[in-house]
């Protein structure tokens, strides 16, 4: 069966670079189908891919600042952190490249 799948990283260096695969389905939480730790980005997509079978990475997730301001916190993690605290959940979850949020 056909399936779309989503593709998630976590880098963090030597054989601690995480990443799974997930099934795109309506129900949450998504079913992680296959996980893993490489040394490095391409071996994680690469595993990834392999046991990805027959479906089709719809989307990807990356745990990684893709950019920062050279002074604090990012527009972005504020605005996160506010849509967090007014659904009522822990601010924590969004970090700040340069430590502490403001």
Do not use: Y
């Amino acid at each position: 069966m056909f399936r779309n799948l989503i593709l998630g990283l976590d880098p963090g260096g030597e054989n601690r670079f995480g990443w799974c695969i997930s099934e795109d389905t309506e129900c949450l939480p998504l079913p992680i189908l296959h996980r893993g730790v490489a040394s490095h980005a391409q071996g994680a997509i690469d595993a990834a891919l392999r046991l990805g079978g027959t479906g089709r990475i719809a989307g990807a997730g990356i745990d990684s600042p893709l950019f920062w301001t050279p002074n604090g916190d990012r527009k972005v993690d504020k605005l996160l952190r506010q849509s967090i605290r007014r659904k009522g959940g822990p601010t924590t979850t969004v970090m700040c490249p340069f430590g502490k949020p403001a």
